[in-house]
């Protein structure tokens, strides 16, 4: 009766921590369980790394879709657009799957805990270890997608409900409303640390170790550790003190540049630098499964993939600043622009490919009144035989044209770097943008397609990807931000240009400073953390605004100040209406 009783609450309210009394696939009780632990505890927690699976995909979709390295093709009517656009509602049915699956992991590991006694074997204790490690994790994804960032009254706001393992009574359900968010995240590290302790086993990138623990400990920590304007030293002093344990442990290694380069192709387990992924295997997926992984919204490969968004036109200026990264040519100047693949038109009849012009322009309404970005492709004055520009008579200007109803109309374009093929045209509106030589982009409702690849061809099976909890680069970046906001600033910029010179060799930052700092570890942050999830929480935590001034349908005027009430998510209404107790939904405006 109990059992049943269990099974139909799940059933009627989705709130998940009272799906514990079975094995998954099996029928076996905690009796069972304590009587024999060896054999039943790796099936049991085994199901709780199965729940990553689905848990990953919109972890991944709410993280960095409400960034700004991404842009969509349009609007769309499924609930991820709700992330993209900022229009958060309590009904969707996205982040509902991501709520019910943490706290199906929370409740499952917890009872894991309560039916295994510590210190029988290491092979237990690194298991029950891993339970440890997987429900603090939970803790601390779904506070910084529902609770406030830390350095916004972590004592006051809101996190999520703490609620570990099975109810005694589970005929007079009740279970308590939110913790704070301070609270919230003092579980996660409890568990973590707890984990850290326990897991002295290796047994490999897609399970939880002692490293895993810690490096989850350091990003904990960092998001404890304030604003570069207000720092919390003691936190950032953890935060260090983590990524340090985990760089010198020496179980992991940077990639080499080449190698880099491929970093989406290998394996886990071939990747020196993965620390803990969600892992994926391409028999999970049955024909057209890959559409809907996390890389099919970004490409399309081997006809895989809605190939719908790409990567933002601020995401690219960031990858050029150093210099032009000329895929047409093959000329990469930044190792992380090798996870981007521009899709050009084929050649046109007699064998050559067009070149143009291309650039963003502002948009207008009829009010003269700003509102937003477009792309333009003018098609530039070259030699079809021989490929070369051909320029003006003064020898450093070209010509560039677009037909406006039907009329045609030239433009001339001045040089700003001919080696880079960057120019500056004086466009119709009268303003002045800069652009790029390049060959004609397709076209997707108007935007260029540039395909994401990072999330794309694990083990070159198309859209197969492990997402990334964590890993070596992270850790560096870590430590850089920690040893910045105490003041560390040499040691900063040598953990900083640890990454950045592995990417950009030679071009590591002269000098690191209280007026620069935030900037550029922003900024080498968000070239090597795009498309892991990071993106959005990271403008956030530090009290930073987030400007997505770039093409696309989102509203590219608007500034999400880190005070708005859409930074966070709302509680899935079903959660609050099936909740046993009270669950207090997160602020409706500001």
Not at 186 to 198: G, S
Not at 267 to 277: A, C
Request: charged share 25%; hydrophobic share 30%; with cysteine.
């Amino acid at each position: 009766m109990k059992k049943i009783l269990t099974y139909m609450l799940a059933a009627s309210f989705t709130f998940a921590a009272c799906e514990i009394e079975r094995i998954p696939n099996g029928s076996m009780l905690k009796e069972d369980i304590t009587s024999n632990p060896e054999d039943l505890l790796s099936s049991t927690l085994n199901g709780c790394y199965a729940k990553l699976k689905d848990w990953s995909d919109v972890m991944h979709r709410c993280g960095e879709y409400a960034g700004d390295n991404i842009m969509i093709r349009g609007t769309s009517s499924d609930a991820f657009y709700e992330f993209i656009s900022y229009s958060r509602t309590p009904n969707n049915y996205r982040l509902q799957t991501f709520w019910d699956n943490s706290y199906k992991i929370i409740a499952q590991s917890s009872n894991i805990m309560q039916m295994i006694e510590e210190g029988k074997s290491e092979s237990l204790d690194t298991q029950l270890g891993e339970c440890y490690f997987l429900r603090g994790m939970m803790y601390f994804y779904l506070c910084r997608a529902y609770g406030r960032p830390y350095y916004d009254n972590p004592d006051k706001n809101l996190g999520v409900p703490i609620v570990n393992g099975t109810p005694d009574d589970l005929f007079n359900l009740s279970f308590p409303d939110r913790s704070t968010v301070k609270d919230t995240y003092r579980q996660a590290i409890n568990d973590l640390r707890k984990a850290e302790k326990m897991i002295t086993e290796e047994r490999g990138p897609a399970y939880a170790s002692k490293e895993a623990a810690q490096a989850l400990l350091s990003r904990v920590y960092l998001y404890m550790s304030d604003t570069y304007q207000n720092p919390n030293t003691e936190y950032a002093d953890s935060a260090a003190y983590y990524a340090t344990q985990v760089i010198e442990s020496e179980n992991y290694s940077l990639l080499p540049h080449d190698k880099f380069m491929q970093y989406n192709t290998l394996t886990p387990e071939n990747n020196d630098e993965s620390i803990f992924v969600v892992k994926r295997v391409a028999s999970e997926f049955s024909g057209y499964d890959h559409y809907y992984g996390i890389g099919g919204m970004y490409s399309n490969i081997g006809g895989m993939g809605w190939g719908e968004m790409y990567a933002s036109y601020k995401y690219l200026q960031l990858l050029d600043e150093t210099g032009r990264n000329d895929w047409a040519n093959n000329k990469i100047v930044d190792a992380r622009a090798s996870f981007i693949e521009p899709q050009y038109d084929d050649a046109n009849e007699g064998g050559y490919k067009q070149l143009v012009f291309r650039f963003v322009r502002d948009l207008y309404n009829a009010d003269n009144v700003q509102t937003g970005f477009a792309y333009v492709q003018d098609t530039v004055n070259y030699d079809k035989k021989t490929g070369k520009l051909v320029y003006e008579a003064d020898g450093k200007s070209l010509k560039c044209w677009e037909y406006v109803n039907k009329v045609k109309k030239e433009y001339i374009l001045t040089a700003i770097d001919e080696n880079q093929k960057t120019f500056e045209i004086t466009y119709a509106d009268g303003k002045k943008y800069t652009g790029v030589i390049d060959y004609t982009m397709q076209l997707n409702q108007g935007y260029p397609m540039f395909y994401i690849v990072k999330c794309s061809r694990e083990g070159e099976d198309s859209q197969l990807h492990s997402p990334i909890i964590s890993r070596l680069g992270e850790m560096y970046l870590n430590r850089a931000e920690a040893y910045a906001k105490l003041g560390k600033y040499a040691e900063a910029k040598n953990d900083l240009n640890k990454i950045r010179e592995r990417s950009l060799p030679g071009e590591g930052y002269s000098s690191l400073d209280a007026s620069n700092a935030a900037e550029r570890i922003d900024k080498e942050r968000q070239l090597e953390l795009a498309f892991q999830a990071e993106r959005s929480y990271d403008v956030y935590r530090n009290g930073d605004a987030l400007e997505r001034k770039y093409p696309g349908p989102h509203n590219a005027m608007e500034i999400v100040k880190p005070t708005d009430y859409r930074v966070i998510y709302f509680i899935p209404q079903n959660a609050i209406n099936a909740y046993p107790g009270t669950l207090t939904q997160n602020p409706t405006n500001n």
